[in-house]
C-alpha cells in the first residue's frame, strides 16, 4: 500500500489550502484514515482522522472548527480541507492509513496505523 500526499505550499495567515491524499495498492475503502502533522523540533501530532465510510471523525482541539477531513472512495483519496490558518500550523503534514474499524484513542496515536504519506510541508506567514 501506498499513500502519495500533496497540496502543500507556502499561505499567508488566514488563507486556506486542500491537501490530497492518493492510496495505490490496496481497498481504499477498508482503510480509516488519518492526518498528522510534525513541526521543525516537534514530535508528531494528530490532527485529524476518519472511519473507512466517512461517518466518524475526530479532530484535535487546535483545528476543530477550521480543517474538514473528508474521503472519496470512488477516488481512493482523502482531503484535508485547511481554513483559517495560522503560523503555528506550520508542519509536514503526513497522511496515514490503517485497515480496520476506527476507534478515538487508538485512532490519535501514529503508532496505530501501518501505512503513511511522504509528507507535504505547509508554511503558514504571519
Known amino acids: 500500500v501506498q499513500l502519495q500526499a500533496s497540496g502543500g505550499g507556502l499561505v499567508q495567515a488566514g488563507g486556506s489550502l486542500r491537501l490530497s491524499c492518493v492510496v495505490s495498492g490496496g481497498t481504499f475503502s477498508s482503510y480509516m484514515m488519518g492526518w498528522f502533522r510534525q513541526a521543525p523540533g516537534k514530535e508528531r501530532e494528530f490532527v485529524t482522522a476518519?472511519?473507512?465510510?466517512?461517518?466518524?471523525?475526530y479532530y484535535a482541539d487546535s483545528v476543530k472548527g477550521r480543517f474538514t477531513i473528508s474521503r472519496d472512495n470512488a477516488k481512493n483519496t482523502a482531503y484535508l480541507q485547511m481554513n483559517s490558518l495560522k503560523p503555528e500550523d506550520t508542519a509536514v503534514y503526513y497522511c496515514?492509513?490503517?485497515?480496520?474499524?476506527?476507534?478515538?484513542?487508538?485512532?490519535?496515536?501514529?503508532?496505530?496505523?501501518?501505512?503513511w504519506g511522504q509528507g507535504t510541508l505547509v508554511t503558514v506567514s504571519s
Open positions: 496515514a492509513a490503517q485497515r480496520g474499524s476506527l476507534y478515538y484513542t487508538p485512532a490519535l496515536q501514529p503508532t496505530t496505523y501501518d501505512y
Open positions: 476518519m472511519s473507512r465510510n466517512g461517518g466518524i471523525t
